[in-house]
């Protein structure tokens, strides 16, 4: 299947982002030493700090956190928090290191924990109770898959489907089929990180009815041209999408600039409906961004060269 193209740039907006708030201190009085998975849910932030170890839950005033989950060898602890969702007001937390993925309840009490074959350190989501993550398999020659929670709390049930890129070389096939998985309101989207095309999967079928082809983005082109320059290493690759969001009907993507000098400050704005297609870029105020979150009238982002927390307002 070939992707869609829009060729025609002149008529993409740019727009200057400005900071309104941040911090870098949590009202806890404990610093922030990094964030992976900013998401918003009812105006309330939720990220992994990560020397912690723990999911916080922030307000979008900046003046309340809280913190779940604790770091330990216990089965209720965590080793490695890469990932988590909610369900209702019940937090789940993908905890590598033990390959487990563990359920807290609305007061964030440990409830118990399912065991997963596969985890993912992209965006996951889920519906009507299955899970949706990334998850390269060289022998059904998939890379997606869908966990189904049973009546057995200790495990899940997994299948597999989706349509990999095919990289002609096995260890790049599995490093590279990393992606992000957003969830749309009648299909979902998965956003690789090194690759300049978005792909719109249906949930019924797990057919893949369209892909979106934006290597003609200025910066895309730039950096693949700068990606193309490099020695191949069979065992590395350039990833330049460092986070991806979906709010309402866009896509937002947070991209670095490759080269002399590396920067992560752009945000594109792709529409799902009627198609795919990009209408906005923003230029958030730092320079090196990792992770964020969007809502009706702002960003929220984590700040790598100040280690701060970011309010930014953003025009529609």
């Given at each position: 299947?070939?992707?869609?193209?829009?060729?025609?740039?002149?008529?993409?907006?740019?727009?200057?982002?400005?900071?309104e708030?941040?911090?870098?201190?949590?009202?806890?009085s404990?610093?922030?030493?990094?964030a992976?998975?900013?998401?918003?849910?009812?105006?309330?932030?939720?990220?992994?700090?990560?020397?912690?170890?723990q999911?916080?839950?922030?307000?979008?005033?900046?003046?309340?956190?809280?913190?779940?989950?604790?770091?330990?060898?216990?089965p209720?602890?965590?080793?490695?928090?890469?990932?988590?969702?909610?369900?209702?007001d019940?937090?789940y937390?993908?905890?590598t290191?033990?390959?487990?993925?563990?359920?807290?309840s609305?007061?964030?009490?440990?409830?118990?924990?399912?065991?997963?074959?596969a985890?993912?350190?992209q965006?996951?989501?889920?519906?009507?109770?299955?899970?949706?993550?990334a998850?390269?398999?060289?022998?059904?020659?998939?890379?997606?898959?869908?966990?189904?929670f049973?009546?057995?709390?200790?495990?899940?049930?997994?299948?597999?489907?989706?349509q990999?890129?095919?990289?002609?070389h096995?260890?790049?096939?599995?490093?590279?089929?990393k992606?992000?998985?957003?969830?749309?309101?009648?299909?979902?989207?998965?956003v690789?990180?090194?690759?300049?095309?978005?792909?719109?999967?249906?949930?019924?079928?797990?057919?893949?009815?369209?892909?979106?082809?934006?290597?003609?983005?200025?910066?895309?082109?730039?950096?693949?041209?700068?990606?193309?320059?490099?020695?191949?290493n069979?065992?590395?690759?350039?990833?330049?999408?460092?986070?991806?969001?979906?709010h309402?009907?866009?896509l937002?993507?947070?991209i670095?600039?490759?080269?002399?000098?590396?920067?992560?400050?752009t945000?594109?704005?792709?529409?799902l409906?009627?198609?795919l297609?990009?209408?906005?870029?923003?230029?958030l105020?730092?320079?090196i961004?990792?992770?964020?979150?969007?809502?009706?009238?702002?960003?929220?982002?984590?700040?790598?060269?100040?280690?701060?927390l970011?309010?930014?307002?953003?025009?529609?």
């Amino acid at each position: 299947m070939s992707a869609t193209c829009k060729k025609d740039v002149t008529d993409l907006k740019i727009i200057d982002c400005t900071l309104e708030n941040s911090i870098d201190i949590l009202p806890d009085s404990t610093f922030i030493s990094d964030a992976l998975k900013m998401q918003i849910t009812e105006n309330y932030i939720y990220f992994i700090e990560k020397t912690s170890r723990q999911v916080i839950k922030l307000n979008t005033d900046f003046n309340k956190n809280t913190r779940i989950g604790t770091w330990g060898i216990g089965p209720q602890d965590l080793t490695e928090p890469k990932n988590y969702f909610l369900i209702d007001d019940t937090l789940y937390i993908m905890d590598t290191g033990s390959m487990s993925i563990k359920c807290f309840s609305p007061d964030y009490t440990y409830l118990h924990s399912f065991n997963v074959k596969a985890v993912s350190e992209q965006r996951i989501f889920t519906k009507n109770g299955i899970l949706y993550m990334a998850s390269y398999n060289k022998d059904s020659g998939t890379c997606l898959v869908r966990l189904y929670f049973t009546d057995k709390k200790e495990e899940m049930v997994m299948e597999s489907f989706g349509q990999p890129f095919d990289f002609n070389h096995s260890l790049q096939n599995i490093i590279r089929n990393k992606r992000d998985l957003l969830k749309g309101n009648e299909y979902f989207y998965a956003v690789s990180d090194n690759q300049p095309i978005i792909e719109k999967y249906n949930y019924k079928n797990g057919n893949r009815p369209e892909l979106f082809d934006y290597s003609f983005v200025p910066i895309i082109r730039e950096n693949m041209k700068f990606i193309n320059s490099k020695p191949y290493n069979p065992n590395s690759y350039t990833a330049f999408v460092r986070d991806s969001y979906i709010h309402k009907e866009a896509l937002y993507l947070l991209i670095s600039k490759q080269g002399d000098k590396f920067t992560a400050n752009t945000v594109l704005r792709i529409d799902l409906e009627p198609n795919l297609n990009i209408n906005t870029i923003y230029r958030l105020p730092g320079e090196i961004y990792s992770t964020f979150c969007v809502d009706d009238n702002s960003f929220y982002a984590f700040n790598s060269e100040t280690a701060s927390l970011e309010k930014i307002r953003r025009e529609q």
